[in-house]
């Protein structure tokens, strides 16, 4: 049975990857999860703040301090570094050190020139491809959805410029023109794109006037999304496309290559059901294949994606109509 696959140009044996995270905080768990089959590791995201943090930090800890008084010349007290980014470089390269599979980090970044070094700075601390994740909050009243887009765009360009290893971006779904952003980023030079970023929960307490936030789990039913986000490209883009969020079942991962996927990403599942669970869901993809008599994954990849229907559009619409028709709102 072959499911094998490539991701971001990097041959895999398999498309069940582990994504972005808490999973991959802990040398035992990452080792437990290599072992267990785990294609690739994403980690998770480093922030551009921690970096303005850190730097900050030590400039009111030491060259402030510099003239402070005249027989201070010579005194320094000891830097108070934030642990985020030192930390951060310093467990991806143990990381790389523990595991012989590909090692992706993750960058969520805030200005241009912070993108592009923080990215140069994951490069050089060993990563095999780095994640761009790619948000905007969209709270500016000021700013258009073109400029948000422009400027994301330059990200990835001014990134691929600055470092020779795979770029992918990790994309929300709330994009007026997905596919033509997707386009966009396609000539950029993206090497991968990764839908879609899961969001907090938000929620308001009405007596204590606070707000409140939380991550739930994700399940099955999370998956539609992405779906339709990968069958929309499929073949009509040249970077490699990941699915993220909503990947429970051996199942799951049949229709996310039939939809287009060459990965998919995995988080919530593992952590309901440990490290292990990986060599569950490839057991059971070989059956599926085996019962279904697909040889490999290569030859079902894409066949439910849009470039195989005449008239997407026409689709859509009357799957929406349909919708309607049934009392289904």
Request: net charge negative.
């Given at each position: 049975?072959n499911l094998t696959t490539e991701y971001l140009g990097i041959p895999l044996p398999h498309p069940l990857i582990v994504g972005a995270g808490p999973l991959t905080d802990d040398l035992d768990t990452v080792k437990q999860l290599e072992d267990a089959g785990a294609?690739?590791?994403?980690?998770?995201?480093?922030?551009?703040?921690?970096?303005?943090?850190?730097?900050?930090?030590?400039?009111?800890?030491?060259?402030?301090?510099?003239?402070?008084?005249?027989?201070?010349?010579?005194?320094?007290?000891?830097?108070?570094?934030?642990?985020?980014?030192?930390?951060?470089?310093?467990?991806?390269?143990?990381?790389?050190?523990?595991?012989?599979?590909?090692?992706?980090?993750?960058?969520?970044?805030?200005?241009?020139?912070?993108?592009?070094?923080?990215?140069?700075?994951?490069?050089?601390?060993?990563?095999?491809?780095?994640?761009?994740?790619?948000?905007?909050?969209?709270?500016?009243?000021?700013?258009?959805?073109?400029?948000?887009?422009?400027?994301?765009?330059?990200?990835?360009?001014?990134?691929?410029?600055?470092?020779?290893?795979?770029?992918?971006?990790?994309?929300?779904?709330?994009?007026?023109?997905?596919?033509?952003?997707?386009?966009?980023?396609?000539?950029?030079?993206?090497?991968?794109?990764?839908?879609?970023?899961?969001?907090?929960?938000?929620?308001?307490?009405?007596?204590?006037?606070?707000?409140?936030?939380?991550?739930?789990?994700?399940?099955?039913?999370?998956?539609?999304?992405?779906?339709?986000?990968?069958?929309?490209?499929?073949?009509?883009?040249?970077?490699?496309?990941?699915?993220?969020?909503?990947?429970?079942?051996?199942?799951?991962?049949?229709?996310?290559?039939?939809?287009?996927?060459?990965?998919?990403?995995?988080?919530?599942?593992?952590?309901?059901?440990?490290?292990?669970?990986?060599?569950?869901?490839?057991?059971?993809?070989?059956?599926?294949?085996?019962?279904?008599?697909?040889?490999?994954?290569?030859?079902?990849?894409?066949?439910?994606?849009?470039?195989?229907?005449?008239?997407?559009?026409?689709?859509?619409?009357?799957?929406?109509?349909?919708?309607?028709?049934?009392?289904?709102?």
């Amino acid at each position: 049975m072959n499911l094998t696959t490539e991701y971001l140009g990097i041959p895999l044996p398999h498309p069940l990857i582990v994504g972005a995270g808490p999973l991959t905080d802990d040398l035992d768990t990452v080792k437990q999860l290599e072992d267990a089959g785990a294609a690739a590791l994403v980690l998770r995201s480093l922030y551009e703040e921690e970096i303005i943090g850190e730097q900050m930090s030590t400039f009111f800890h030491t060259d402030s301090h510099g003239e402070s008084s005249a027989e201070a010349g010579s005194y320094f007290p000891e830097p108070e570094f934030a642990l985020g980014p030192d930390e951060y470089l310093e467990h991806l390269r143990k990381v790389k050190k523990a595991v012989s599979v590909p090692v992706i980090a993750s960058l969520n970044g805030v200005t241009v020139s912070g993108w592009t070094s923080c990215a140069r700075l994951l490069e050089q601390a060993g990563a095999d491809a780095v994640e761009l994740n790619l948000y905007n909050s969209a709270s500016d009243m000021a700013t258009s959805a073109a400029e948000v887009e422009s400027r994301m765009i330059q990200i990835v360009r001014n990134v691929k410029q600055e470092v020779t290893i795979p770029v992918a971006a990790k994309l929300s779904s709330r994009f007026t023109a997905f596919a033509n952003f997707a386009t966009q980023l396609d000539a950029a030079g993206v090497d991968g794109l990764v839908l879609f970023t899961r969001f907090y929960r938000v929620d308001i307490d009405v007596l204590e006037l606070e707000v409140l936030s939380a991550v739930d789990l994700s399940d099955s039913s999370d998956l539609e999304l992405r779906l339709k986000g990968v069958a929309v490209l499929s073949g009509r883009v040249r970077p490699s496309l990941a699915i993220t969020g909503g990947v429970h079942t051996a199942l799951d991962v049949v229709k996310a290559t039939m939809a287009g996927a060459h990965v998919t990403q995995l988080v919530s599942a593992l952590l309901k059901h440990g490290p292990n669970y990986l060599r569950t869901l490839r057991a059971q993809l070989e059956a599926w294949m085996t019962e279904n008599e697909w040889p490999s994954l290569n030859e079902i990849r894409g066949n439910m994606g849009f470039q195989r229907i005449p008239d997407p559009a026409a689709y859509e619409r009357a799957t929406f109509r349909k919708m309607f028709a049934a009392g289904g709102v």
